[in-house]
Nanobody, 121 residues
Framework: QVQLVESEGGLVQPGGSLRLSCTAS????????FGWYRQAPENERELVAT???????TYADSVKGRFHVSRDNAKNMVYLQMNNLKPDDTAVYYC???????????????WGQGTPVTVSS
């Protein structure tokens, strides 16, 4: 069974930085899309940033120029470096992956349990 395990979020002051990481643990064959979504209170879950296997990124307009997504395929990990954080970035951040397990090559779409990030002075 494959699980996505996120690092802890936290409380950050406006203008500060925080790095999240996520590990896909278990029998992973290949991870296709790997990245992050977020959900603020009373809002729908939205894309933050994802990366393909070749590290080609996609970013939400609201985080372009401030956030950077990267992945380490050898370790089955994805990272989200968040800079110049704003109060509007406050949300629960979810790791997301589309992957294939081994040995059965079963395609799955997985979510992490979510980690809270609060941006406040």
């Amino acid at each position: 069974q494959v699980q996505l395990v996120e690092s802890e979020g936290g409380l950050v002051q406006p203008g500060g930085s925080l790095r999240l990481s996520c590990t896909a643990s278990g029998s992973v064959d290949s991870i296709y899309v790997f990245g992050w979504y977020r959900q603020a209170p009373e809002n729908e879950r939205e894309l933050v940033a994802t990366a393909t296997f070749s590290n080609v990124p996609t970013y939400a307009d609201s985080v372009k120029g401030r956030f950077h997504v990267s992945r380490d395929n050898a370790k089955n990990m994805v990272y989200l470096q968040m800079n110049n954080l704003k109060p509007d970035d406050t949300a629960v951040y979810y790791c997301y992956a589309t992957l294939v397990t081994k040995p059965d090559l079963w395609y799955q779409e997985l979510w992490g349990q979510g980690t809270p990030v609060t941006v406040s002075s």
